[in-house]
């Protein structure tokens, strides 16, 4: 059975603060650089995205989309010829901003809906139309209790699939310290058997999400969110089925072995991993939190409380306990992060991006590079640094600054010393 990589969660050219770069050719192109055997169409009820995905894709597997031959031909003669062959098929997917009142309270949530075909996607739009403005965004932001879109989305098509997004973040999440809930069954009530799986977002990792009873026994799913086409794929999920989506649907609603797990950021590097104050530089553990009694100790007002103390308190397993039996987990650095890190560069520029081309031209796409590749054929294509520090990212060796209040996290390969070490010569730590 083949093994593929699956990102659900993504946003086109017509989602806010998105690049105009994301349309359907470049997402095609940047699958196949990273290795993302199955991508989302993401925004599907936005008419103008629909009417491209209808006009510019074509069905191949059941429920799943390639882009039309000779847009794909286009496409293929930029790349190089390791990469040409890779496989890259579209499963239509969109993000619903929820936001409604509920018990009484203001409540924001963001879910992902995926569809097995073109119809279905129709009936969805039309449903969601009545209810509010669809034109105006990607994602678009309906006045529409989460419950109710479940139900309309299951009443249009039974095999259509519904995930709460990324569960933790503070605003617009099931869990969101801001706007969520406590529980699952608070949010979805009598419908809450058919929440199978939920995605576990860029602050979260699978064993965080863990010490919830409720969620050991759902499926974990982990999505890249991506605005741009460099950031897909930078958290994913691997399957290990038939290429359909009713294998990949089935999977995912089952959590049966065939999803064999997921590929995550390091939570960490999430932007509301911990506590603080982004705009009075205080960053604070959940401990130093609970002492401070949840108020900054440097303005005095509260403060934004992150990912890994929200989990604490709905845990209900404490810090290091995990299930006996889980599935995969595997943590990455985007390539472009590590070959900045390595030439000490501050920003992913122009140098940067001639180099992570030269890369996956020499050795193949960017999962298989940071993945599976051995060290040794990695130093032997010339690129000797990187396949130390590709080696080091696959120990989970790497040095970790946390995220929050809005501020992403730094994850290095190289603490600062070394780095010190390693840019004035010293190389003499290798
Ligand atoms: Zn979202
Ligand atoms: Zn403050």
Known sequence: MPCFILDLHLHSK???????QMDLENIYRWSKIKGIQVVGTGDFTHPQWFREIQKKLEPAEPGLFRLKKTLAR?????LPACLKNNQSRFILTAEISNIYKKHDQV???HNILVAPDLKTVSQINAELQKIGNLTADGRPILGLDSKKLLQITLKVNPDSFFIPAHIWTPWF???GSKSGFNTIEQAFEELSPHITAVETGLSSDPFMNWRLKALRKITLVSNSDAHSPLKLGREANLLNCPLNYHEIIKALKTNSVKMTGTIEFFPQEGKYHYDGHRSCGIRLTPEQTRRYKGLCPKCGRPVVVGVDYRVNELADFSQNSKPKK???VEYIIPLVEILAELKGAKTIGAGVLQKYHEIYSALGDEFSILRTISPKVIKQAGFPNLAIA?????????????GYDGVFGIIKVFSPKEQAQRISG???LF
């Open 173 to 175: 999440s099931l869990f």
């Open 426 to 428: 010293q190389t003499s």
């Open 326 to 328: 889980h599935k995969t």
């Open 74 to 78: 286009k496409q293929d003669k930029t």
């Open 14 to 20: 017509y989602s806010r603060g998105t690049s105009p």
């Open 107 to 109: 409540r924001k949530m």
């Open 390 to 402: 590709i080696n080091r990212l696959r120990r989970g060796r790497v040095y970790i600054e946390p």
